[in-house]
């Protein structure tokens, strides 16, 4: 059974710092290109970073030069590296999996909450 569980969430100031992690089990995981979403309240989910099976990543405007994204295949794990953090990145922070077959389901995690408030 696909499970995806997120870690590292928290309460954070203005210009911190938090890194996000996500731990996958369950999947052939270097089958499943990863990705990070979040979703604020009264929004929709959108996408903040990916990164594919081959390690190409793609961020969203937002998340461009301050968030890395990256993936541990020995581990199962994908992080989320995000500095610079502004009260705009409030949001529950989920974690993607997609196959590389298409068709195939997708997975999501539980998700992280994700404060940045003074």
């Known amino acids: 059974q696909a499970q995806l569980v997120e870690s590292g969430g928290g309460l954070v100031q203005p210009g911190g710092s938090l890194k996000l992690s996500c731990v996958a089990s369950?999947?052939?995981?270097?089958?499943?290109?990863m990705g990070w979403y979040r979703q604020a309240p009264g929004k929709q989910r959108d996408m903040v970073a990916t990164?594919?099976?081959?390690?190409?990543?793609n961020y969203s405007g937002s998340a461009k030069g301050r968030f890395t994204i990256s993936r541990d295949n020995a581990k199962n794990m994908v992080y989320l590296q995000m500095n610079s953090l502004n009260p705009e990145d409030t949001a529950v922070y989920y974690c993607?999996?997609?196959?590389?077959?298409?068709?195939?389901?997708?997975?999501w995690g539980q998700g992280t909450q994700v404060t940045v408030s003074s």
């Open positions: 990164i594919s099976t081959g390690g190409v990543t």
């Open positions: 369950g999947i052939t995981f270097r089958l499943f290109h």
């Open positions: 993607n999996a997609m196959s590389i077959f298409s068709g195939a389901p997708d997975y």
